[in-house]
């Protein structure tokens, strides 16, 4: 540890300094930590870093994946959910049939359950390089909804068939009804455990604890636990941090205090500020023990590399033709059942989906999770080649689409639906809903010609405008408690409004819920 831990420090440093170069250059800092991290392993006494396998998923998965359902808009995930369910399960499985059919016949002894294990290793893109390439560029929110649901499901799908796949390369046979059976246990016992998780963390907010730094705490064990209990009865994992996360992101407002809820915000971006750079920066750390285990078993690097850009290719065309068949698939059901959108999107949409393809953590984390050996004691088939391609897949897809990209969009112009009212918009809906909760709390609570409801007002009017004058006075306890209880019926109103409101952003919806916390929280500093 000692040896290693150094280096630990100084990748930190390395991955501090390479974002914000990545922020000045506008390019995704995960090509950047991936090469950064490939050029010091080539350096002469770099200490070797060894990943166990599995370990990866319990450090990095859990609260990445918690992050995602943290973040993500319900309501644009419901609104879309047909088309992000065919990417996150539809796309995943075409693109491991077709790793599977092509290794199979490429790769001389590679199996089609080895095939399909490859497969579901690099099916499924990576969110967070998707996530920081299009902040460079605008594209109209239906697109960024669909990702940003994609990504949070996809990692789902192809673990699922990563599973099936392991177990029908130990034990050299594959029977469909218990994978039924199998994949059906899974998917219930993940949710499960991690809705009952969740809840356990919602009652232990509510009762045990009222400090913002333990509240803090146990935002982070959460994604831990959930992912271990959907483990320790043999159900998802990664979907028990989902499902829990989900829940507990939809009911923030009911057991998190707001100075938790800002506190929380800090804190976890900072976490993945570091699990996201270092994950990426390991990446190309490990390159060379790849190689090097390569060579045991007999693969020239030549024709490891050219198996490795058959399979990247594969993985991108699956992609593109999945996107415009789920276009033809959406609008023939148009027909027969109600759609979000029976508009013809035209060639720009799904090429543009179709090139977001960018492989990463997941894909790295499944790929070290294959076991040294199986269960007999010999050797896991061709695990270092996996590996091989796995890396390849990722460094591939993240130089190429991921410098394309931004270039792509720009270049095709995908047209805005105007699915949401435009900022502008929206703005001066919240602003008026506002002005109206203040106004209906007001004159059903307060009269006109006393102290209370003159510094009441004050305060309220300064808040509505914006305005901070006189916030540095201090609020009479009464005063303060009538207030605070103001700004929760302006939330309420305004979680009301989202709910309803399908065309409301709710990126806009949250920075006026985060302006409301920060008034709480000045408010009760006074």
Known sequence: MSDVFPLYILMILIIALLIVLAG??????????????????FFNGIPKIHIEPRTIFVIFLPPLLYVAAWTISSKELWRWRRIIGSFAFGVVFFTALSVALVAN??????????GFLLGGIVSPPDGVSVTEIVKFVKIPKRMSSVLEGESLLNDTASLIIFRFALIAVATGQFIWWKAVLNFGWVVITGIIAGLVVGWIF???HKRLSSDTNVDVVLTIIAPYLMYLSGEFIHGSGVIAVIAGGLLLSNKRYMFLKSGTRLRGADVWESLLFVLNGAIFMLLGLDLPQIISALRSESITLSTAIGYSLVIAVVLILSRIIFSFLSVFITLAASRFIKVADDRNPGYKTPLIFGWTGMRGVASLAAALSIPLQMNGGASFPHRSLILFITFVVILFTLLLQGLTLPYLIKRLKPSDYADHLSENE??????????KSAHEY???????????????????????????????????PVVKKKYLELL????????????????????????FLLRIDMEEARVNLE
Request: aromatic content about 6%; hydrophobic content about 40%; proline content about 3%.
């Open 24 to 41: 000045r250059i506008k390019v995704a800092y995960p090509i950047l930590l991936v090469l950064a991290g490939l050029g010091i392993s």
């Open 105 to 114: 016949s490429l790769i001389p002894g590679f199996t089609l359950a080895l």
């Open 202 to 204: 919602i009652q232990m």
């Open 426 to 435: 929206a703005e001066v809906l919240i602003s008026r809903g506002f002005e």
């Open 442 to 476: 007001l004159s059903g609570n307060f009269g006109e010609g006393n102290g209370v409801s003159s510094e009441l007002h004050k305060l309220v009017e300064n808040w509505i405008e914006e305005n901070p004058e006189d916030k540095h006075e201090r609020i009479q």
């Open 488 to 511: 929760n019926k302006q939330r309420n109103w305004l979680l009301d409004e989202n709910r309803s409101n399908i065309n409301l952003d709710e990126e806009i919806v949250r920075k």
